[in-house]
């Protein structure tokens, strides 16, 4: 089973900068692409960035490119999302995700919130 913990969220004022982290327990973690969703109140949940299982391929939301940086530590089991130039519309609860053989598994989710 995959257990997926996030953390880092917070506070922070338009054009701020935030660092989240998503630690993985289980087996599968080096060899499974993994990444970042964000839901906003009263809007869907959407995909912010995902990387592959090596790191080398990469792919953001048209909001987060050149704002947001996904990478990952396989040594470390842990996925990050440098988030920069922060806007108040990317508050939201921004979730971890791993895809295991069609199968998501999601982290419990950190909140984001940016001031004007």
């Known amino acids: 089973q995959v257990q997926l913990v996030e953390s880092g969220g917070g506070l922070v004022q338009a054009g701020g900068s935030l660092r989240l982290s998503c630690a993985a327990s289980g087996s599968t973690f080096s060899v499974k692409p993994m990444g970042w969703y964000r839901q906003a109140p009263g809007k869907q949940r959407e995909l912010v960035a995902g990387?592959?299982?090596?790191?080398?391929?990469?792919d953001y939301a048209v909001s987060a490119k050149g704002r947001f940086t996904i990478s990952r530590d396989n040594g470390k089991n842990t996925v990050y999302l440098q988030m920069n130039s922060l806007k108040p519309e990317d508050t939201a609860v921004y979730y971890c995700?791993?895809?295991?053989?069609?199968?998501?598994?999601w982290g419990q989710g950190t909140q984001v919130t940016v001031s004007s």
């Open positions: 995700y791993l895809l295991s053989s069609s199968q998501y598994y």
């Open positions: 990387i592959s299982s090596g790191g080398v391929t990469t």
